[in-house]
């Protein structure tokens, strides 16, 4: 297994903060908007005299405001067609435990959210790339290219969207081409969809559950994470219709008995507040994309489309090696005594050599902090260069 | 993978329960005891204005508490030496996860809880069993006749004490013999230790990880779920002073992300309480366990003997097959429309055939309860038998 590679420099950016740099985290998809109280409050409200385990699959009035909050968005979910996980990655990995053995491949489009790599390798799965391309918008290829890759070993296809950490949003065409291409191999479609409600510039969310022709090889998962700025409830779900697949992951749930309580409790909560609150936050997120979409069209040689969902950003850099520049603003550069801290691309690929160029840009700070951090990556990379030169 | 033994029954329960009838839990390590506000006061005191992600190995100053409690008990784990998982079961796989790799082979002590087998299976590890006997009191053998049984893919060899699901104890000159037995064959060495402060009749607790002389075989895995009354927290410890454990198991740490951080605020409450705490919960365990010994004695045809420590006691019972009891207690059996659920043992047992006949009790309701419980299996132990007579 590899180090995540959103977390490995985080020794760098450690002992940065030692030697007293402040360092601004666009690494990581760790929002600073405040979480809602909401979740606290359901917590005071609910909280027995015990915190005992959960039902496996979570509890009941919990999966059930998931089921409404889905309908809401307009599709269906049942609470019975819902195991709730610890976080998103939980739901991958009972996801990719369930419809793949070990050796199996599954076909991932990349760049890709980087631990989808990790996971497949606690399972002894082979990732096998499908390369969107910066260039193209990092818009769905023809898949049909890749008709003659698929072997009965290739069990899944896995994605995001709005995906991380390209910032794309696959429109419905695509996803049609996409379960197109799994139905013709006999594949499972895992929707990576916890930046659902992040779509910019009119566009609509919508889930990839609303396929209900393909609803037997659909699995979505999602999380309150970003949703609702709660990275650390590790509140998730893993949805599909399909009752084999759900049986088979309730067994990995019995295993590790619950999801934890209080954040379940707390995540009534939030998905009892009032919808207008996540309108609010996707324009705030619209309005970073803009700062920072309007700070690197400052910056000479980069190379990087504006993005229309999540709320990350990738950039190719005019350098050899992205990871090194990373590690050379933690360890040699500041403005002020402050430094910007941003994710090297090449874990995000399955194909070696790939991404080595390109960094993410997690657009998580607010106005004045991600001007700040954009303009000293700027700094950085302007003295990087001459030194190199 | 098996369905969880403890879980697999629970439809018949929920369906008892549609019928009005009351369920007396004793199948599931889910204390009654009330969780010590501690928890949620520690939350209230340290929640800032967002939930983050913490450190993949948890939050520091959760860290140096479980260090302080440790010393409190008289052995060292450093911050540096412990992972905080998703309760006990993450600790329990990253440790598999990371000593075994697909297809070898794991030395367990049975019967063993039972979920050791879903994390085998989910890491595709062989469980080789070493048979503890009723009848011996569940003492660990001679391990000299498994010798021969070890070969280049066993690498490890994991149980629990104080014993989950049979009560026993293991003194530490048992200990020393399994550790013994781990060098001769270059195994790792995983000790449960989610009970230990649960022994009784004047035991004092102590942890394999006093044996310094072995610390680079050894991971402990910790749970503060039973100890706190807390198992909805999700909060356990993985620890090792062997450094590329540690670092192995980080990288499925990272790839999760983080444990949940609230529940990891409540637990620095947890581990600032008076130490006393813990000894009362301890003399209400073994008041309950006194119970349950007095009311089986009352019963004709068990096998069982008294435990020493944690909160179970596994019964052999006159019957061909405890599942089909257990069944039958739920669907067919209740007095005063109240009927009594259990565990059956086949699950716990990696030998075929063995476990038929037993079953496992907790002893986790308060002294009323438990009492009622118990009258309420031995009357349909009776009337089962006269039925099969």
């Given amino acids: 297994m590899q180090s995540s590679p959103i977390r490995r420099l985080i020794p760098y ?28 409050k359901s917590i005071e409200k609910r909280a027995g005299k015990v915190i005992p385990y959960s039902h496996s699959a979570g509890i009941k009035e919990l999966r059930q405001a998931f089921s409404k909050y889905y ?81 009965a070993k ?46 910019f510039d009119g566009l609509e969310p919508f889930s990839g559950m609303e396929f209900t022709d393909y609803h037997d090889r659909l699995i979505m998962v999602d999380s309150v994470s970003k949703r609702f700025s709660a990275c650390g409830a590790r509140v998730g779900v893993m949805a599909t219709k399909n009752k084999d697949i759900l049986e088979q992951a309730m067994k990995m749930a019995q295993a590790r008995l619950s999801p934890p309580t209080v954040s379940q409790l707390g995540t009534i909560g939030f998905l009892e507040m009032d919808p207008n609150y996540l309108i609010e936050v996707r324009e705030e997120y619209q309005k970073r994309r803009d700062i920072v979409y309007e700070e690197l069209s400052k910056v000479e040689g980069l190379y990087f489309k504006k993005p229309k969902g999540a709320f990350y950003v990738s950039v190719k850099l005019p350098v050899d090696n992205s990871e090194k520049f990373v590690k050379w603003m933690l360890q040699e550069f500041s403005v002020n005594n402050t430094t910007t801290m941003v994710a090297p691309l090449d874990g995000f690929y399955a194909t070696p050599g790939r991404g080595l160029q390109e960094i993410r840009i997690a657009y998580v700070l607010e106005e004045e902090k991600l001007k700040q951090a954009c303009e000293i990556l700027r700094k950085g990379l302007e003295e990087y260069r001459r030194k190199a030169a």
Same sequence: chains 1, 2.
Avoid at 16 to 30: D, P
Avoid at 115 to 137: H, I, K
């Fill in 154 to 199: 290739t069990k899944a296809i896995v994605f995001s969207n709005p995906c991380n950490p390209t910032g794309a949003v696959y429109p419905k065409e695509d996803i049609k081409r996409i379960l197109e291409f799994a139905k013709k191999h006999d594949l499972y479609v895992i929707i990576d969809e916890v930046y659902r409600e992040f779509v």
């Fill in 71 to 151: 309908k809401s968005w307009g599709f269906e979910v049942s609470p019975e067609e819902m195991l709730i996980t610890n976080g998103g990655s939980e739901a991958i990995i009972f996801s990719l435990g369930t419809v793949a053995d070990p050796g199996d491949e599954v076909v991932v489009l990349e760049p890709f959210y980087a631990n989808y790599r990790s996971f497949a390798g606690m399972l002894n799965l082979q990732l096998l790339p499908v390369t969107t391309d910066p260039e193209a918008g990092y818009k769905v290829p023809d898949l049909s290219e890749y008709d003659d890759k698929m072997t």
């Fill in 13 to 40: 950016s450690e002992e940065a903060k030692e030697k007293g740099v402040e360092v601004l985290h666009l690494n990581i998809g760790q929002p600073d908007i405040e979480t809602p109280k909401a979740f606290f």
